[in-house]
């Protein structure tokens, strides 16, 4: 568990690249959940679930990884950085995935914000999706959510 720990704290260019996806991917979370001024306990507990579900993290191991993820987020210029380790290891249907679940982040307060739009047409741009992609896992996203409120 340490060795794990370890790794995310390593400097980007140090540690291996499949170790600094978990800490990609929550930066990345973290600035899409922020986007709109506000972070929800909604939004959070979407985080926690969404790095539990997708890295299979053991309680601990995630708080380091949120509070990490918190200090990078505050330290970094661009999203680039983070969008290009996702860009290096996804397939394009992963990538695909992954944007369904930063469309779910974005809706769990209950409101789309136009920043938090904004941002997400970003980051399907820097990993690689078309316009087409975005909005068909913006709308499969929407039907999803409507389905489990009915």
Known sequence: ???RIFALLAPAESAPAP???PLAAAVLLLE???ADGEFSSEEEAQIQQILQQRFALDAEIQQELMQLAAETKK???DLHQFTSQI?????QPEKEEIIETFWQLAFADGQLDAHEEAMLRQLGSLIGLSH???IDAKIKVRKDLETLEK
């Open 19 to 21: 170790d600094r996806i």
């Open 132 to 134: 087409r992609q975005l």
């Open 32 to 34: 899409l959940a922020h």
């Open 75 to 77: 330290e970094s210029a």
């Open 87 to 91: 860009n290096r290891n996804f397939t």
């Open 1 to 3: 568990m340490l060795k």
